[in-house]
């Protein structure tokens, strides 16, 4: 069974937003934080957003810096992802991952310039 799954995306215009989510399915988030990641086949992946088990904290890359805005809600087991400003070369698949539950099939978005 895929530990998280994620959902939301899809296909946007250049300059518009998404919102992507990631449920623990049947189980509770670890007691640290998770990230989300964005990989394209061939190449490595890219870290795109962290937040701490409490949410308190946050990380977003200078590419997505003020763009992106990862966010949590421990009682739904449920972490987010905002996109907004979405440019062509944020396409790619994105998925979520736990450092000890492990992370989801990823989830594809497209950005149409």
């Known amino acids: 069974q895929v530990p998280l799954v994620e959902s939301g995306g899809g296909l946007v215009q250049a300059g518009g937003s998404l919102r992507l989510s990631c449920a623990a399915s049947?189980?509770?988030?670890?007691?640290?934080?998770m990230g989300w990641f964005r990989q394209t086949p061939g190449k490595e992946r890219e870290l795109v957003a962290m937040i701490t088990r409490a949410g308190d904290n946050t990380v977003h890359p200078a590419s997505v810096h003020g763009r992106f805005t990862v966010s949590r809600d421990n009682v739904k087991n449920t972490a987010y992802l905002q996109m907004r400003n979405l440019k062509f070369e944020d396409t790619t698949v994105y998925y979520c991952?736990?450092?000890?539950?492990?992370r989801g099939r990823g989830t594809q978005v497209t950005v149409s310039s």
């Open positions: 049947g189980r509770t988030f670890s007691s640290y934080g």
């Open positions: 991952d736990d450092p000890l539950i492990g």
